[in-house]
């Protein structure tokens, strides 16, 4: 389905979504795929095949969205670059820069709070109406998929993009 050779290891149906096995829990691919994967865990897992970067564990969802030194922002008019982070999450009135996090032993206790839900990578490739290919885990398909960017918007936890990271 897509070209790159190291993203497509991750289009596997033996890769099973699992909420709660982001990067503070899986480190490899091999364990995500024994014991399943969130969005988070596949875009350090994905990013770390591409680039040799290993992000910190603790860098989740929202740390990882607001994170500068690692990441920075870039605009949707810029050249796309494989394994660049689409941000989605649902259509709220809250901007997440107007998000008060609050954490407990190093948790982010109220995550349910912040419109930011889910992240997807860039494949490097376009579908044939030239919108972007993006790699993600998925409660919906129950593994990884690779989804054009308007079907993000059938659901409510990705019925909004709030904003696109690039790996600095």
């Not at 910190?56 to 810029?78: A, G, H, Q, V, W």
Request: aromatic letters at 12%; a negative charge; charged letters at 25%.
């Amino acid at each position: 389905m897509i070209k790159n050779e190291v993203l497509s290891h991750y289009i596997n149906p033996d890769f099973v979504y699992r909420f709660n096995h982001g990067p503070n829990v899986i480190k490899s691919r091999e364990q995500a795929l024994r014991e399943g994967l969130n969005c988070e865990a596949l875009a350090h897992l994905a990013l770390r095949d591409l680039t040799n970067v290993a992000l910190p564990s603790d860098l989740r969802c929202y740390e990882m969205y607001n994170d500068t030194e690692y990441f920075r922002k870039i605009e949707t008019s810029e050249t796309l670059q494989e394994g660049d982070l689409f941000w989605f999450g649902q259509n709220r009135n809250m901007r997440p820069v107007d998000f008060q996090p609050l954490f407990n032993k190093g948790e982010l206790t109220n995550w349910d709070e912040y419109p930011v839900k889910h992240m997807a990578l860039f494949t490097g490739e376009h579908a044939h109406d030239g919108n972007p290919l993006l790699l993600h885990a998925t409660y919906v398909t129950g593994t990884n998929s690779v989804w054009s960017l308007p079907e993000f918007n059938k659901y409510p936890q990705s019925k909004k993009l709030y904003g696109v990271t690039r790996l600095k």
